[in-house]
């Protein structure tokens, strides 16, 4: 593993790290179109808390950064932290959908992956896309309707009569008022595009590493390793990812084009590596610069919650 890291080059490292760097400042700029009132948060706000809150995810268990992220933008912007969580929720939402068209698209051209599977694996991609289709229509149409789902679950809130009907009540307002985002025009469309275009970047970031280990990989066997290693890392795992991002990368290599593990574990751990110490850095600085915010608050934060 310490001979395939050394043959990479420094200026390939620097290259996936800004990849990985420029795709969260992405996330900024589409968290601000996914607020409700986000034209009026300052971009630093919402640049910080996505740094701040993915630092915290690679430090904390259970993916706490996610309520940090919001509740560090909700303390800065004086905005409610279920509203921002709601916005979370969407994001991730339309997170699943733009990696399983990714995928989809990898599957329906990956003739140069060759082998008996390749029609099965043309097949997959289609049915994938299909499923994507559809999940797009329903969504469009739950916010089409949006106004009379909220009626009919209002009034079976009234019926049922149960205080937790009404928490989750105003659990599935915010997420509508989340999606309403996408009720059409240029908003949706540019919410789509910077969904695309994160993990676009982010798929880039891994073929630029690939290219510094020479494993001679395309564009579409990148893109699949990179998203069988993003549905591997949704499972529970240590903070950081740790290990699940290591296995699932070494084995959607050995799948895809065939690399031995040694070199392939050599690859995650550098990826790995290089990606979360620069976060971490810029979410320490983000921390250190808005003096108002502390490592012990957010400790205590994760108490509370």
């Keep these: 593993m310490a001979a395939g890291i050394g043959q990479v080059g ?13 795709g969260l400042i992405i996330r900024a ?21 996505t740094f701040i809150g993915i630092m915290a995810n690679n430090l904390l268990p259970a993916r706490l950064g996610e309520v940090v992220r919001a509740w560090v933008l909700a303390r800065r912007e004086r905005t409610p932290v279920p509203t ?9 939402l339309l997170d ?16 140069d992956l060759g082998g008996g599977a390749a029609s099965t694996l043309k097949q997959t991609g289609q049915a994938v896309l299909l499923a994507v289709a559809v999940g797009v229509s329903a969504l469009l149409i739950t916010v089409h309707f949006r106004e009379r789902l909220l009626r009919v679950g209002e009034g079976w809130t009234v019926r049922a009569g149960h ?9 599935i307002k915010r997420f509508l008022e989340g999606l309403y985002v996408l009720r ?3 908003h949706a469309m540019a919410v789509a595009g910077l969904s695309l275009l994160v993990w676009v970047v982010a798929i880039a970031s891994f073929h630029v590493m690939a290219q510094g280990f020479h494993l001679g990989l395309t564009l579409v066997q990148t893109t699949l390793v990179f998203v ?31 690399t031995e593990p040694t070199l392939a574990a050599a690859y995650a751990t550098l990826l790995h590596g290089s990606h979360w110490l620069s976060i971490n850095a ?24």
């Design 10 to 22: 420094l200026a390939w490292v620097l290259t996936s790290v800004t990849g990985a760097l420029l």
């Design 29 to 49: 700029f589409r968290w601000r179109l996914l607020l409700a009132g986000g034209s009026a948060i300052g971009l630093w706000s919402l640049v910080s808390a």
């Design 84 to 92: 921002v969580l709601a916005s979370i929720v969407v994001e991730r």
């Design 96 to 111: 699943v959908v733009a990696a399983l068209a990714l995928l989809g698209l990898a599957l329906a051209v990956s003739s």
């Design 163 to 171: 205080p937790w009907t009404s928490g989750g009540m105003e659990l």
């Design 184 to 186: 059409g025009g240029l």
């Design 228 to 258: 069988i290693v993003l549905f591997g890392i949704a499972l529970p795992s240590t903070p950081g990812f740790v290990g699940t991002f290591h296995g699932f990368c070494v084995a959607g290599l050995a799948m895809v084009a065939g």
């Design 282 to 305: 810029v979410g320490i600085g983000c921390l250190a610069v808005d003096r108002s915010l502390t490592w012990s608050g957010i400790a205590g934060l994760v108490r509370q919650g």
